[in-house]
């Protein structure tokens, strides 16, 4: 069975700064997703950014960059110049390519506060 | 609506009595998703409906909770003598088909406590 760990409960970066976000995965499989989600306090998951496993280019959306090594089974999450509004829970989560049900396995989450 | 709509936003219920949970999709989304997000934990996949398939069942906890999704359109989770540990916010989304690659659009939540 696949799983998702992310072993920060807790991150906090200053205003503007740059952080980094942990998470690996396990799976025997070779083709899968990974994603990250943000949580805010109005409790919907909104999605950041999204990576196929077959790609090795990184994916990147605005001040959103992961750094993706399938061999280490890694995915963290960089946040780029922290703006207040990017306070919230993330989740990294993976899904199966392919399969019956595509459903989203999560980590426990990072709770990011950002200090102004 | 634009997005995926989950009633009540805020349920309280008393040890034992049975409940009810409403979504409603994103129209002309096929998949729907139930998930459960206790406190401090990840979510935790329930149940999954893809159109007209037999839906995937094998994230329920216990034969307590069921679900079922009318017409391919609004689903309902049910839990039936609600215990302290049911609490948490039960989240819904859906999807616009079977392939994978398809992201997921979640409701706000469905926060659940049991007394």
């Known amino acids: 069975a696949q799983t998702v760990t992310q072993s920060q409960p807790e991150m906090s970066v200053q205003e503007a700064e740059t952080v980094t976000l942990s998470c690996t995965y396990d799976?025997?499989?070779?083709?899968?997703?990974l994603f990250w989600y943000k949580q805010p306090p109005s409790r919907q998951m909104i999605l950041v950014i999204r990576?196929?496993?077959?790609?090795?280019q990184n994916a990147t959306e605005n001040r959103f960059s992961v750094n993706f090594q399938k061999a280490a089974k890694s995915f963290s999450l960089k946040i780029s110049d922290s703006q207040l509004g990017d306070a919230a829970m993330y989740f990294c989560?993976?899904?199966?390519?392919?399969?019956?049900?595509?459903?989203?396995?999560f980590g426990t989450g990072t709770l990011l506060a950002v200090q102004p | 609506g634009a997005g995926v709509s989950q009633s009540p936003s805020n349920k309280v219920t008393e040890k034992g009595k049975d409940v009810e949970l409403r979504c409603d999709p994103i129209?002309?989304?096929?998949?729907l998703y139930w998930y459960r997000q206790s406190l401090g934990q990840g979510l935790e996949f329930l149940i999954y409906?893809?159109?007209?398939?037999?839906?995937?069942k094998s994230g329920l906890p216990s034969d307590r909770f069921s679900a079922e999704r009318t017409g391919g359109s609004v689903s309902t989770l049910t839990i039936q003598r609600t215990q302290q540990e049911d609490s948490a916010v039960y989240l819904c989304?859906?999807?616009?088909?079977?392939?994978?690659?398809?992201?997921?659009?979640f409701g706000d939540g469905t926060r659940l406590s049991i007394l």
């Open positions: 129209s002309g989304h096929t998949a």
């Open positions: 989560a993976y899904r199966n390519y392919g399969g019956a049900t595509n459903k989203l396995i």
């Open positions: 799976t025997s499989e070779s083709d899968y997703y």
């Open positions: 990576q196929e496993a077959y790609k090795q």
């Open positions: 989304a859906t999807s616009t088909g079977r392939t994978s690659n398809q992201p997921q659009h």
């Open positions: 409906f893809q159109g007209n398939s037999a839906p995937d």
